[in-house]
Each structure stands twice: as C-alpha cells, then as structure tokens.
C-alpha cells in the first residue's frame, strides 16, 4: 500500500479516536445534541474522514471501504450545507456506521 494511503488511513482512526474522545466514550444522544461545541467538533472530523477518503479514491479506488462514495458525500453536505445538519443523521452514523469503519480501516492498516 502505498505511503499517502496510509497517512489518510491513520487520519481517518485518527478522526475516529477524537470522536470517542469528544463524545466522552459514551453514546448520549443528549449530551451530544446539547453541546454546540461537541457538535462542531465531530462535524470537523467527519469532514477529515470524508475529505480524506477521497483522496484515498484518487489514489486506489480498489481499496476495501465500505460506502466510500457514501462517507464524501457525508463530507460535502456538512460542508456545503452546514444549515441542514441534522444532529439525529449525525448521531446515526456515529453509532451505525463509524464503528464498521473503524474494523475496515484498523483491518487496512494491519
């Protein structure tokens, strides 16, 4: 694999890990939807992960990421349409989705 995959794969673990951390390892729809501050946080690292799934894209678009597509379109709609987050999407995909990518990227880098 190359050496730029890699960099964004530890970017998106990365990004993983301080979503954890900003969420206090505890899933709590009401604390995450109370805090502005946390919201904006994930909403950033959301735009890491997709931003740099996509430059994993351009690079190899064999590389085995579920929903790929799915997780920069993610990026682009918090993005450009910052206005029509919905924190219940958001809390969704924090509790669906974003430990499966977890599993694909920890299996991607070992």
Known sequence: ?????NKYLYDILSSINSID???NYELNFEFY??????RR???R????????VNRILKIDESIA?????????LRNWVIHSYDNV????IWG????????????VEKLIN
């Open 93 to 104: 995909i924090i509790n669906k989705d974003l430990p499966l990518l977890r599993k694909q």
């Open 21 to 23: 951390e900003f969420l």
């Open 86 to 89: 919905d924190n219940v999407i």
């Open 33 to 38: 939807q109370s805090n502005k501050l946390v």
């Open 1 to 5: 694999m190359q050496h730029n995959i």
């Open 65 to 73: 990421i579920d929903d790929a597509k799915r997780i920069v379109s």
């Open 45 to 52: 690292e959301f735009e890491i992960i997709g931003e740099a």
């Open 41 to 43: 946080a994930v909403e």
